[in-house]
């Protein structure tokens, strides 16, 4: 099988090539082909994929282009994992929002419309390419932000576009590690948007055992989640969210303590990647040695504002072992061999979320074959979190109507309409500020 991988010179790529190589069965991969805009940075990724390759006996065929139609030909597989404007687009969606006073994270508030503004598109063009090119190809998406992104392809490519996301899976296999369950047996009760989602469940041989970490303040208050929120919190809302809820149940502190720090996440991984892709550029650097070095510090980093900000400490040594790629991994497995599986995914609602439309993407446990991913029937969320979902769904749904129609007022009204900007004033300062940095949406009229 071909897969091609769409921003092929980005940094995580080695994590997908990594996975591939411990797939020995029949159907796997065995070509894989590189597209980026960037010469220089195919060039330094395809050099640690060649040092990870060379310990392993057949291992799929690399290749490398900036020429997307040539990319997508006969492709079986499509990841997309672009990012539109680079680390330093990320690092002004943060400089702008902070300067407003709200959070500039990149899938979050006003940066992830910032960036959504700019990538949709680009995305657009790519499901119409791959749609042409490459009819019978299935696309992962991995574009962040991923729900926004994946519902954007899907009105091109319907139900061949799956958008992935390794924060529920982590957020699983955390509670499961917890309460001594093996992940593997376990059915998350996940339900909500891209980095808007609760775990509600957890059912062991037909038992839900979530209750029984509630209880315990020790288990409860011992892993990732439980250290951020707090227990008394979670105790409060009966479930579990995902980390990046931490954004809106204590948004003030956070944005807070971004505005304090030297760099933001974005200036701070724009700097380091430059670092890892500048030593590429030496013939005898270890291209391998460099990349796990530099990508052992990148997770290390990861949220550390708001593990600051909750008094959370460091991060458990489990959980810096990322976990996007054995999803994407298991993904193609089940579709290309009908090999069944149960894999949290951004899908369409098809009616699963009731307070939702059929083409809204959703992020819910999914059953997978050769088929594609079906969303499985979940129980309604409560209120407060069904308020929240709507909310977002329908800034999501300005974000792409603005896109469509290159209209600088909907931009405004996606922004003011956001729970995390909450004023017309500085949702239009906001738009202001982010089309004067950002040459990818000059297109707003």
């Known amino acids: 099988m071909k897969l091609t991988i769409l921003g092929g010179g980005g940094f995580r790529v080695p994590l997908v090539y990594g996975a591939l190589l411990t797939d020995r069965a029949e159907g796997r991969v065995t070509e894989v082909v590189l597209h980026d805009l960037d010469d220089s940075r195919l060039y330094a990724v395809a050099r640690v994929l060649r040092e990870q390759a060379a310990v392993v006996p057949d291992a799929p065929r690399v290749t490398a282009t900036t020429d997307l139609d040539e990319a997508l030909r006969g492709a079986d597989f499509v990841f997309s994992a672009i990012r539109v404007g680079g680390l330093e687009g990320r690092a002004n969606d943060e400089r702008v929002a902070l300067a407003e006073g ?22 657009v063009d790519i499901a119409r390419r791959v ?4 009819p019978d190809a299935w696309v992962i998406n991995f574009t ?3 729900g926004l992104v994946t519902e954007a ?40 948007l891209n980095h808007l989602g609760w775990v509600r469940g957890l059912r062991v041989a037909g038992r839900d055992e979530l209750p029984r970490l509630l209880a315990d303040a020790d288990l409860l208050g011992s892993f990732e989640e439980g250290k951020l929120f707090g227990v008394d919190w979670l105790r409060s809302l009966g479930a579990i969210p995902n980390e990046y809820l931490h954004y809106y149940y204590f948004n003030r502190e956070t944005v807070r303590a971004y505005q304090q720090v030297e760099k933001t996440r974005g200036a701070f991984l724009a700097d380091q990647q430059a670092r890892f892709y500048e030593e590429m550029k030496r013939p005898d650097a270890a291209a391998l ?40 991994l298991a993904l193609m497995r089940a579709i290309a061999r009908d090999e069944r599986a149960t894999l949290i995914l951004n899908v369409r609602n098809q009616g699963t979320l009731s307070v939702l439309d059929a083409d809204a993407v959703i992020e819910v446990p999914c059953l997978v074959d050769a088929n594609g991913a079906h969303p499985v029937a979940v129980a309604p969320l409560p209120d407060h979190a069904t308020g929240l979902v709507c909310a977002v769904k329908g800034v999501e749904r300005e974000v792409l109507a603005a896109a469509e129609s290159a209209s600088r007022a909907t931009a405004v009204k996606a922004f003011a309409l956001h729970p995390l900007v909450d004023s017309v004033n500085v949702a239009r300062k906001l738009v202001e500020g982010y089309t004067d940095v950002h040459p990818g949406l000059a297109y707003l009229r």
Do not use: F
Not at 131 to 134: D, Q, T
């Open 102 to 123: 709200v959070l500039g994270q990149e899938t979050v508030g006003a940066g992830g419309i910032a960036y959504g503004l700019r990538t949709v598109p680009v995305a």
């Open 131 to 134: 749609a042409r090119l490459a």
């Open 144 to 146: 962040n932000p991923a």
């Open 153 to 192: 392809m899907s009105r091109h490519l319907g139900d061949r576009v799956i958008g992935i996301c390794d924060s529920p899976v982590g957020l699983g296999r955390r509670i499961a590690r917890v309460l001594g369950a093996d992940p593997k047996e376990a059915w998350i009760d996940y339900v909500g």
């Open 289 to 328: 040695t460099a990349w796990d070095r530099t990508r052992a510090e990148r997770e290390a980093t990861y949220m550390a504002e708001n593990r600051e900000t909750a008094g959370a400490g460091e991060r458990d040594a489990d959980d810096l072992s990322g976990g996007y790629e054995k999803v994407a």
